[in-house]
């Protein structure tokens, strides 16, 4: 009994409680069926509002209806556009207007444009988000770049977001749609800019002040130092520009968050704000309406991101309680600032970013105060001794043992908040961080503090913000270095186990533009070519990460960026102890700078010569078939590259590289064994590649290949199919198949694709 006067007694601090779980009911039941239920289901909470005339029951209703309406609403003008797709070629050329309201991550695109006109004719609704493709040539890009709030016209093909094609890649189709697209524009010519959106003027001025903002905060300091990097992430929530070791250490510490412009942000320069007009005698009233605004311009500079603008209501709506001398409380600040996020974008409700602000803030309210009871003894002195009789020093003792234990009150409630959703969604749960954040968040503080003080200063004498800016280094210095300690602490996170069982896997990723790359899951990791730099970070590096995989040995099978143009960053990501290379006197500018990085990573190389082998583990070696060393001249780089087979376990797998016609006769007039049951092959851009007697030479039974659309050598022609079709081969053409996985059973070798529009393959023995 006394129970269920407690529940109702937190109920009944929070009067909004059945509207938000109306709307939550209303915005999974849109997600699910769309408007399909939504008039009968609205008629049904009429008739029972009315029936019942209880506050509790209307408000869950309301709440219900209105959320199904207006998230059913978004989903079906989403779902209005897919089906306007050609159903043979499931795309869709036309011209549209609209108006950008997302301008990417480095002001550079992909672009996010709200569509404000389409061609009568389509009779598709407007406000609905498409994304502008990067991937297109340069002449067909925006010059200059396009800002936020830009009304641009653009004529293009529409297709839908692609499916995630590579394993533990970064499913942008899921991401897209919670942004409320589901489709990509790809520009047939540069897009025309016709003017600016005026409502969205403010925050298109505060997105420009974020450029000169980023240079001052740092100024005095190396761009693309550590110190630098973590002040930009901190106050404007810029990342790294690459995964490194800082971003690792402070994921493993429990504290990445600082990486990411959120609530925590938002709170900490509103409370900065406030200090300074607190300290300055402003009344209550100016105090916190210019606490408010501060804190909206901040996550208007910052880019308006969910959880900047979520922190921004939620904290307007907990502190105007005070403006009408009302006290407010921070579960009924939550559930109106939920509510009407929730009514403004149903989305939200499914992203991490949502889930972790509501739920660490709801953990907060309803378990700090009983940890608080908890911890109170480690804040407490014995009864029977006066405070009088404390000495100062007693005094001060006491002090830091009270903050000490409201701290840990504050950082346990939000850990038990943050934790199930951390290993949820990211499969990692830091039990440090209950002990690490306390710290770290206080440094971070002091550095919001300090880049805001340089910010100041600058404008007054450049020295004295330069001085502040050293200054502010030193702290993020030591901010790192605290991460990197807590981080490195026996039991300070805990990984969620892969699915898949460590080693004895070789994948080969589908890589863009006719790239390629693979990584053999066998020893000590071998990485396989890796495509180029922005291939290597989005595509290839997620893979290796999500497995655990660190691969002890590179190899470069040509000196082509779209195969090797990333190397050099592997040197750095893997410290690898040695790399195949095709030959040292090659031209291409990516290859000559992993070979001076090599040598000062100390990475041995190794320039093959024909059939030699290199032992793996046992069972398993790599044999030389084609070896560019001994070839006189420079050749094109497609034809100057490895080839190479792997023996694993009694099944020999061929890797071609982008070999053509020139190679494949080599290796046929060399009168070497050439049979393998499987070829990964890229395709020649200058000359042809897979001819019949090459096939017949080798007799494979599945062939996992390239196809791209330009230049025409790159592509998978009709011929060649009825060649390999004649020869009683399997095809994965890695458009339709995206990356495939090869693992090895008893007697069995499986090749499985990434996409389900192709089968996988279960070669016997």
């Known amino acids: 009994m006394a129970s269920h006067r407690s529940i109702f007694r937190v109920f009944s601090r929070c009067p909004l409680w059945s509207l938000v779980l109306g709307v939550l009911a209303g915005v999974l039941l849109a997600d699910q069926w769309g408007l399909t239920w939504w008039l009968p289901l609205a008629s049904a909470a009429c008739l029972i509002s009315l029936a019942v005339r209880k506050t509790t029951p209307v408000l869950m209703l309301?709440?219900?209806?209105?959320?199904?309406?207006?998230?059913?609403?978004?989903?079906?003008?989403?779902?209005?556009?897919?089906?306007?797709?050609?159903p043979t070629y499931h795309s869709l050329h036309l011209k549209i207007e609209g108006v950008v309201v997302d301008a990417g991550p480095r002001g550079m695109g992909p672009y996010l444009i709200k569509v404000t006109e389409t061609p009568p004719e389509l009779q598709l609704p407007n406000r609905v988000r498409v994304q502008l493709s990067n991937d297109v040539p340069f002449s067909q890009r925006p010059d200059p770049p396009l800002q936020y709030g830009d009304v641009i016209q653009v004529a293009g093909k529409l297709t839908p977001v692609p499916k995630l094609r590579n394993p533990y890649g970064f499913d942008s189709r899921t991401w897209l749609h919670r942004q409320g697209t589901n489709l990509i524009m790809h520009p047939s010519q540069a897009p025309e800019l016709l003017g600016v959106s005026w409502p969205r003027v403010p925050v298109r001025t505060m997105s420009r002040w974020n450029t000169v903002l980023r240079e001052k905060m740092t100024a005095g300091l190396a761009a693309d130092s550590q110190e630098a990097q973590l002040i930009r992430?901190?106050?404007?929530?810029?990342?790294?520009?690459?995964?490194?070791?800082?971003?690792?250490?402070?994921?493993?510490?429990?504290?990445?968050?600082?990486?990411?412009?959120?609530?925590?942000?938002?709170?900490?320069?509103?409370?900065?704000?406030?200090?300074?007009?607190?300290?300055?005698?402003?009344?209550?009233?100016?105090?916190?309406?210019?606490?408010?605004?501060?804190?909206?311009?901040?996550?208007?500079?910052?880019?308006?991101?969910?959880?900047?603008?979520?922190?921004v209501l939620m904290a307007t709506v907990f502190l105007s309680g005070f403006l009408i001398q009302r006290r407010p409380t921070l579960i009924n600040s939550l559930a109106a600032s939920a509510v009407v996020v929730l009514l403004w974008d149903g989305h939200q409700l499914f992203t991490p970013g949502f889930q972790l602000s509501y739920g660490v803030l709801l953990a907060l309210a309803m378990l700090a105060g009983i940890w608080a009871r908890v911890l109170r003894p480690m804040g407490e002195i014995d009864p029977f001794m006066p405070h009088l009789l404390l000495s100062p020093w007693q005094e001060r003792i006491l002090n830091g043992r009270k903050w000490l234990k409201n701290s840990l009150s504050i950082s346990l409630a939000a850990w038990m908040?943050?934790?199930?959703?951390?290993?949820?969604?990211?499969?990692?749960?830091?039990?440090?961080?209950?002990?690490?954040?306390?710290?770290?968040?206080l440094m971070v503080f002091f550095i919001l503090a300090l880049a805001?003080?340089?910010?100041?200063?600058?404008?007054?004498?450049?020295?004295?913000?330069?001085?502040?800016?050293?200054?502010?280094?030193?702290?993020?210095?030591?901010?790192?270095?605290?991460?990197r300690v807590f981080a490195e602490l026996p039991g300070s996170h805990w990984l969620r186990p892969t699915d898949t069982e460590s080693g004895n896997r070789i994948i080969v990723f589908d890589i863009p533009q006719g790239g390629g790359a693979s990584i053999i899951d066998l020893g000590g990791g071998i990485l396989l070519d890796c495509g180029r730099q922005d291939h290597l970070y989005r595509h290839v590096l997620p893979t290796l990460n999500a497995l655990r995989v660190s691969p002890d040995s590179l190899i470069i099978s040509h000196a082509e960026a779209g195969h090797s143009g990333g190397m050099s960053h592997c040197l750095s990501n893997f410290h690898p102890k040695q790399a195949l290379i095709p030959r040292t006197d090659l031209r291409s500018p990516s290859y000559r700078e992993f070979l001076t990085q090599a040598e000062a990573e100390h990475c041995r190389l190794v320039i093959p010569r024909l059939g030699q082998k290199f032992?793996?583990?046992?069972?398993?070696?790599?044999?030389?078939?084609?070896?560019?060393?001994?070839?006189?001249?420079?050749?094109?780089?497609?034809?100057?590259?490895?080839?190479?087979?792997?023996?694993?376990?009694?099944?020999?797998i061929l890797f071609t590289g982008d070999a053509g016609y020139t190679t494949e006769r080599r290796m046929l007039d060399s009168g070497m064994d050439l049979s393998a049951d499987v070829i990964v092959m890229g395709r020649n851009s200058g000359d042809f590649t897979?001819?019949?007697?090459?096939?017949?030479?080798?007799s494979p039974q599945a062939i996992v290949t390239t196809n791209y659309h330009f230049p025409s050598q790159e592509r998978v022609?009709?011929?060649?199919?009825?060649?390999?079709?004649?020869?009683?081969?399997?095809?994965?053409?890695?458009?339709?198949?995206?990356?495939?996985?090869?693992?090895?059973?008893?007697?069995?070798?499986?090749?499985?694709?990434?996409?389900?529009?192709?089968?996988p393959l279960t070669l016997r023995r």
């Open 62 to 86: 309301t709440g219900l209806a209105l959320a199904y309406g207006l998230h059913g609403w978004t989903i079906e003008n989403q779902q209005k556009w897919l089906t306007a797709l050609d």
């Open 452 to 483: 805001m003080l340089g910010l100041a200063a600058g404008v007054l004498w450049q020295p004295a913000a330069v001085t502040i800016n050293h200054a502010n280094a030193a702290i993020a210095k030591a901010t790192y270095s605290t991460a």
């Open 690 to 698: 897979g001819s019949y007697e090459f096939y017949q030479a080798v």
């Open 615 to 652: 032992q793996i583990e046992p069972g398993a070696y790599l044999e030389t078939l084609h070896a560019p060393a001994e070839l006189d001249g420079y050749g094109l780089a497609d034809d100057t590259g490895l080839v190479l087979r792997l023996h694993w376990h009694g099944w020999r």
């Open 233 to 311: 992430a901190v106050v404007l929530g810029e990342r790294p520009p690459k995964p490194s070791a800082m971003l690792e250490d402070f994921r493993n510490s429990g504290t990445l968050h600082v990486f990411a412009v959120s609530g925590l942000h938002v709170g900490m320069v509103g409370t900065i704000i406030g200090l300074v007009l607190w300290f300055l005698r402003v009344p209550r009233w100016a105090l916190i309406t210019f606490t408010i605004l501060g804190m909206a311009m901040y996550a208007g500079v910052t880019g308006l991101r969910p959880p900047s603008v979520r922190a």
């Open 717 to 759: 022609t009709q011929s060649w199919l009825k060649t390999v079709e004649k020869l009683n081969i399997t095809v994965f053409d890695q458009q339709q198949s995206g990356a495939v996985t090869m693992t090895l059973d008893i007697g069995s070798l499986t090749l499985k694709p990434m996409l389900p529009e192709s089968q």
């Open 417 to 441: 908040g943050s934790a199930p959703l951390m290993w949820l969604h990211f499969g990692i749960v830091t039990p440090i961080a209950v002990i690490a954040g306390i710290p770290l968040m």
